[in-house]
């Protein structure tokens, strides 16, 4: 605690010192189940700080869950996939990643947020954020379990119109041929 005061760390969005937002952030997650997400953003504006802190915090959670899945992909079918499986895998996870994105946002909870002046690059006046959120594990299993409901959506969408486009295609090939045939006649 010291060393984030003597590093101009202060509580921001509250009026509690930052000695009760850690006691009131600790007690928080000592409930079962509950998961800790840090971030950290800046900007010259606090709202936009703010908002940049929570995006970032689900953009992690997002990546990690991406990572997590692709980790257990490769352990089990490392050697069996083809380079195309590869590629249609990591297609999968970029849109499963941003489905999980948006749908744990709404499960994320703001417990603090620390602040300080700082510099941008080129001298402007800036704020540096840090901030740790919390989330119910259940309710982050929930929101995966959609995200992947969504995506097996997508895909079954993306097979059915495949195998219309290869139909039309197949029929228009058909017509083309015949019109040809019936021309050598």
């Keep these: 605690m010291k060393k984030l005061n003597k590093e101009g760390w202060q509580v921001y969005g509250t009026s509690h010192t930052l000695e009760v937002a850690l006691l009131t952030h600790y007690d928080k997650l000592a409930v079962e189940g509950t998961e800790e997400l840090s971030a950290a953003a800046t900007s010259t504006m606090k709202n936009i700080g703010t908002a940049k802190l929570m995006q970032d915090a689900s953009e992690k959670y997002a990546s990690q869950m991406g990572q997590a899945l692709k980790g257990r992909t490769v352990t089990e079918h490392g050697s069996e996939q083809t380079e195309e499986d590869i590629m249609e895998m990591d297609q999968f996870l970029q849109g499963f990643e941003s489905k999980v994105k948006a749908e744990i ?81």
């Design 105 to 185: 946002n709404g499960e994320l909870k703001p417990s603090y947020m620390l602040i300080r002046p700082a510099k941008t690059a080129s001298g402007k006046d800036c704020w540096e954020f840090e901030g740790y959120s919390l989330i119910n594990q259940e309710a982050a299993h929930k929101a995966r379990m959609r995200a992947m409901q969504e995506m097996m959506q997508e895909q079954k969408a993306m097979h059915k119109l495949s195998e219309k486009t290869a139909k039309w295609i197949q029929e228009a090939f058909d017509a083309e041929e015949e019109a040809l045939m019936t021309t050598m006649d």
